[in-house]
């Protein structure tokens, strides 16, 4: 069976479930992989306590236990030096967070992902997070599914357009399938692609892929949400409160990309080999989290203890429990970019989770201390605060509205985390996590020829040769056919003395003429002309309408000359070769 050969959904329902199947193993590799490094590094090494999230068998009831404590930033860097060496030497371009890796090959490199980048990813990833390195789990499932999307895509000889497409619903399949989100999931796959625009293209096979991905990820981890059950009720009079929360997590959203790529740009100046930045940068982090903690890997647990009022939980040898509430955000964005942005490997999405949890918990806190019968818990407004964060700093609020919804069981909270996303994404501008978006499909280069504008529509008349052929009213039928003759034309302009163009007179109304007699009355009035601002393309428009090899050029009623097929024809030509010598 060709499957190129098959219609759009029969094609994309087949490479949907195999990209499902594809998703699904690929979280579970992954999520195997990281709880093994995790109790290599943080159990183990450390003999550190790590909160788990309810869906993920996490209790309520945590007690952090710190361990060796001061053997923290030891561990970072241990994984970020072991992961440096990993990605650099087989595959450096699955350093940083995998999804803006897979934009970037989704525009620029017709889905093309190199099949060696595939375990790099994974097994580098496991390691950086595992470790203790401030990271989210979902980059690395969805370059790992968006690269095997792509080499599905060689293997099955598709063309150029659906391996994009391949990679593309990887990449939401994988983060659907990890999140246990697949609706959302499915809308990132088309969302995630840009700024202000959506791959419509993606959501049917996306749809598919996801919900595979996740039933086989569910069936082995279970198919609780990640954060369990929000069961709390929807109240009215919460939403201008939701709104100042949308207000504070679109400047936190401008913050986080600025942060990361700040510090990203600082270590690509550094003179030393790429492969002991994620070294440093490990190191960096741990000496963060001897600070706090709560910063270290994916934190999901740490969210939901956050967003049931379990501050008992939180631990700092330095920091009041309600500073280290309202800092956390800062200290993960920290945390974040420096793991990540050093050349470490792992998501920017989970840490935006928690960056927003946290942001939702101080906003909450504030408004329960002010209005205590109102705002009787902060839960809402960690779970709000997660949506409107990362809604903002990744340009993704329709998927983001879906997947915390997902994640929380807590459809009652949609009417208060529209209004927080719609002004955080408002509020943070044009600023991004994942800055191989583009604004909208028509500025990717997958779409190039769709949005070209032909050169035709640009090039103007006056770019042609004007030649000065015409008759005038009063003239012999007999000198209008030797015109003709002599330029091979079937038909001519026609003009009065004042050079005003009146029409124009054709050989099969003279043929049967007397020679001697005027043209005035075999004019055919009204004809189309152009003027020197037309294009090429108005311009061969009208030649065809007029069944002619020419069209009058006139400004203000009067002939300028004309322009012939061929003339149309030479200026496109010289158009064309100086943009190509350009």
């Given at each position: 069976?060709?499957?190129s050969?098959?219609p759009?959904?029969?094609?994309?329902?087949?490479?949907?479930?195999?990209?499902?199947?594809?998703a699904g193993?690929?979280a579970t590799?992954?999520?195997?992989?990281?709880?093994?490094?995790?109790?290599?590094?943080?159990?183990?090494?450390?003999g550190?306590?790590?909160p788990?999230?309810?869906?993920?068998?996490?209790?309520?009831?945590?007690?952090?236990?710190?361990?060796t404590?001061?053997?923290?930033p030891i561990?970072?860097a241990?994984g970020?030096?072991?992961?440096?060496i990993i990605v650099?030497t087989?595959?450096p371009?699955?350093?940083?967070?995998?999804t803006d890796a897979?934009?970037?090959?989704?525009?620029?490199?017709q889905?093309?992902?190199?099949?060696?980048?595939?375990?790099?990813?994974?097994i580098?990833?496991?390691?950086?997070i595992?470790?203790?390195?401030?990271?989210?789990?979902?980059?690395?499932t969805?370059?790992?599914s968006?690269g095997?999307?792509?080499v599905?895509?060689?293997?099955l000889?598709?063309?150029?357009?659906?391996?994009?497409?391949?990679l593309?619903?990887?990449?939401?399949?994988g983060?659907g399938t990890?999140?246990?989100?697949?609706?959302?999931?499915?809308?990132?796959a088309?969302?995630?692609?840009?700024?202000?625009d959506?791959?419509?293209?993606?959501?049917?096979?996306?749809?598919?892929?996801?919900?595979?991905?996740y039933?086989?990820?569910?069936?082995?981890?279970?198919?609780?949400?990640?954060?369990g059950?929000?069961?709390?009720?929807?109240?009215?009079?919460?939403?201008?409160?939701?709104?100042v929360?949308?207000?504070?997590?679109?400047?936190?959203?401008?913050?986080?990309?600025?942060?990361?790529?700040?510090?990203?740009?600082?270590?690509?100046k550094?003179?030393?080999p790429?492969?002991?930045?994620?070294?440093?940068?490990?190191?960096?982090t741990?000496?963060?989290?001897?600070?706090?903690?709560e910063?270290?890997g994916?934190?999901?647990?740490?969210?939901?203890?956050?967003?049931?009022?379990?501050?008992?939980?939180?631990?700092?040898?330095l920091?009041?429990t309600?500073?280290?509430?309202?800092?956390?955000?800062?200290?993960?964005?920290?945390?974040?970019?420096?793991?990540?942005?050093?050349?470490?490997?792992?998501g920017?999405?989970?840490?935006?989770?928690?960056?927003?949890?946290?942001?939702?918990a101080?906003v909450?806190?504030l408004?329960?201390?002010?209005?205590p019968n109102?705002?009787?818990?902060?839960?809402?407004?960690v779970?709000?605060?997660?949506?409107?964060?990362?809604?903002?700093?990744?340009k993704?609020?329709l998927s983001?509205?879906?997947?915390?919804?997902?994640?929380t069981s807590?459809?009652?909270?949609?009417?208060?985390?529209?209004?927080?996303?719609?002004?955080?994404?408002?509020?943070?501008?044009?600023?991004?996590?994942?800055?191989?978006?583009?604004?909208?499909?028509?500025?990717?280069?997958?779409?190039?020829a769709e949005?070209?504008?032909p050169l035709?529509?640009?090039?103007?008349?006056?770019?042609?040769?004007l030649?000065?052929?015409?008759?005038?009213?009063?003239d012999?039928?007999g000198?209008?056919?030797?015109?003709?003759?002599e330029?091979n034309?079937m038909?001519?302009?026609v003009?009065?003395?004042?050079?005003?163009?009146?029409?124009?007179?054709?050989?099969?109304?003279?043929?049967r003429?007397?020679?001697?007699?005027?043209?005035?009355?075999?004019i055919?009035?009204?004809?189309?002309?152009?003027?020197?601002?037309?294009?090429?393309?108005?311009?061969?428009e009208?030649?065809?309408?007029n069944?002619?090899?020419?069209?009058?050029?006139?400004?203000?009623?009067?002939?300028?000359?004309?322009?012939?097929?061929?003339?149309?024809?030479?200026?496109?030509?010289?158009?064309?070769n100086?943009?190509?010598?350009s």
């Amino acid at each position: 069976m060709n499957l190129s050969s098959l219609p759009y959904f029969e094609k994309w329902f087949i490479l949907g479930i195999i990209l499902g199947v594809v998703a699904g193993l690929a979280a579970t590799t992954f999520y195997l992989l990281l709880h093994l490094f995790e109790d290599i590094f943080l159990f183990h090494f450390i003999g550190m306590s790590y909160p788990r999230p309810l869906g993920e068998g996490g209790t309520l009831n945590f007690i952090f236990h710190p361990g060796t404590y001061l053997l923290i930033p030891i561990s970072t860097a241990i994984g970020g030096l072991i992961s440096g060496i990993i990605v650099y030497t087989f595959a450096p371009e699955a350093e940083g967070h995998g999804t803006d890796a897979a934009i970037k090959a989704y525009h620029y490199f017709q889905g093309k992902v190199r099949w060696v980048v595939i375990p790099v990813k994974i097994i580098a990833s496991a390691i950086t997070i595992g470790s203790g390195g401030s990271a989210g789990r979902e980059g690395p499932t969805a370059q790992f599914s968006a690269g095997v999307g792509s080499v599905i895509a060689d293997l099955l000889h598709l063309s150029p357009e659906d391996r994009r497409r391949a990679l593309a619903v990887g990449i939401g399949a994988g983060i659907g399938t990890i999140f246990k989100t697949p609706i959302g999931g499915a809308i990132l796959a088309a969302e995630i692609l840009y700024r202000r625009d959506l791959e419509p293209e993606v959501i049917y096979p996306a749809l598919v892929a996801s919900a595979i991905g996740y039933t086989i990820f569910g069936s082995i981890f279970g198919f609780t949400p990640v954060f369990g059950y929000y069961t709390g009720t929807f109240d009215p009079l919460r939403l201008p409160m939701y709104a100042v929360l949308g207000l504070v997590s679109g400047l936190m959203a401008i913050l986080y990309p600025k942060t990361f790529y700040g510090v990203n740009s600082l270590f690509k100046k550094l003179r030393i080999p790429n492969h002991v930045k994620p070294a440093i940068g490990g190191l960096i982090t741990g000496f963060i989290a001897l600070l706090a903690p709560e910063i270290l890997g994916t934190g999901y647990g740490w969210i939901n203890l956050v967003e049931y009022e379990k501050f008992f939980t939180l631990y700092s040898p330095l920091i009041p429990t309600i500073i280290l509430l309202v800092i956390l955000p800062f200290l993960k964005i920290l945390g974040t970019s420096f793991s990540i942005g050093s050349g470490g490997s792992g998501g920017v999405f989970a840490p935006g989770l928690f960056i927003g949890a946290y942001i939702g918990a101080s906003v909450g806190l504030l408004f329960h201390y002010l209005f205590p019968n109102i705002v009787p818990a902060i839960a809402p407004f960690v779970i709000i605060g997660m949506m409107s964060f990362f809604a903002g700093a990744g340009k993704v609020p329709l998927s983001v509205l879906i997947m915390v919804t997902e994640m929380t069981s807590s459809l009652q909270l949609l009417p208060g985390a529209m209004i927080a996303v719609a002004i955080s994404y408002l509020v943070s501008g044009n600023n991004t996590i994942y800055i191989s978006q583009l604004p909208t499909r028509r500025d990717s280069p997958a779409h190039k020829a769709e949005y070209e504008t032909p050169l035709m529509e640009t090039v103007r008349v006056e770019k042609c040769e004007l030649r000065d052929i015409k008759v005038y009213a009063d003239d012999k039928v007999g000198k209008a056919i030797q015109i003709m003759l002599e330029n091979n034309f079937m038909s001519l302009p026609v003009v009065n003395y004042d050079n005003r163009f009146l029409g124009v007179v054709y050989l099969r109304d003279l043929e049967r003429a007397n020679p001697e007699d005027s043209l005035g009355k075999y004019i055919t009035r009204g004809s189309p002309s152009v003027s020197l601002t037309s294009t090429l393309e108005h311009a061969l428009e009208v030649v065809a309408t007029n069944k002619a090899r020419w069209v009058a050029v006139v400004d203000k009623g009067k002939l300028l000359g004309i322009v012939t097929y061929d003339g149309i024809i030479d200026a496109y030509k010289r158009e064309l070769n100086a943009i190509k010598n350009s």
